[in-house]
């Protein structure tokens, strides 16, 4: 299995690049594809979830990664897995209508 820390660092190399990509997106046309960011994406909280929130949180996990059990690094690997989509979704689908 991947270690921890990399699907860490992958998670929120993903989340920063899924903001800007949603930002470029919005002004393209898109819309956002996710109800709870949809609610708040023209507003603050958007980029304190996105940019703050998440990675202390990634952070968090990664200070207590000895104290996990092991079925938490297999839902940690889904996260990413479903980012990795995500980051193929965004440079098929989105990122033709942004060059």
Not at 35 to 60: Q, R
Not at 86 to 92: F, P
């Amino acid at each position: 299995m991947i270690s921890l820390k990399l699907m860490l660092i992958a998670i929120g190399v993903f989340n920063v690049a899924d903001y800007f990509f949603t930002l470029r997106a919005l002004e393209a046309g898109f819309t956002e594809g996710n109800p709870f960011m949809d609610a708040i994406i023209y507003t603050s909280w958007f980029p304190a979830i996105k940019l703050l929130l998440i990675p202390c949180g990634l952070l968090a996990i990664w200070l207590v990664e000895d104290r996990l059990k092991p079925f938490s690094k297999h839902i940690i690997l889904v996260a990413l897995l479903v980012y990795a989509g995500l980051m193929v979704y965004h440079g098929r689908v989105v990122l033709p209508y942004l060059l």
